[in-house]
């Protein structure tokens, strides 16, 4: 008896998974996709964008940098294993 409770449970659980994506793959079907030209668009806008706010930041922290050290250590050395690089 405890068989078929296991058995039970496992086919009750497959049947699920199965309708569970057989429901995916239906609601997949109704999904209106844009085209490729606009999808292609948005992304430059989106890249465009990122890279706008990015120099802006770092602009921001290189003006905060300048006037809370204005001895002008705010370039920061890249090799800093190899200090005769940075000079």
Not at 33 to 43: D, K, L
């Amino acid at each position: 008896m405890s068989n078929t409770k296991k058995t039970g449970k496992a086919d009750s659980f497959k049947e699920n998974m199965a309708n569970y994506f057989k429901g995916v793959r239906s609601e997949w079907g109704k999904v209106t996709w844009p085209e490729r030209r606009h999808v292609i668009y948005q992304s430059i806008v989106v890249l465009v964008v990122v890279f706008f706010f990015s120099l802006l930041v770092y602009a921001i922290d290189m003006a905060f940098c300048f006037v809370l050290h204005p001895k002008n250590i705010c370039t920061q050395c890249l090799h800093p294993n190899e200090p005769e690089r940075c000079k």
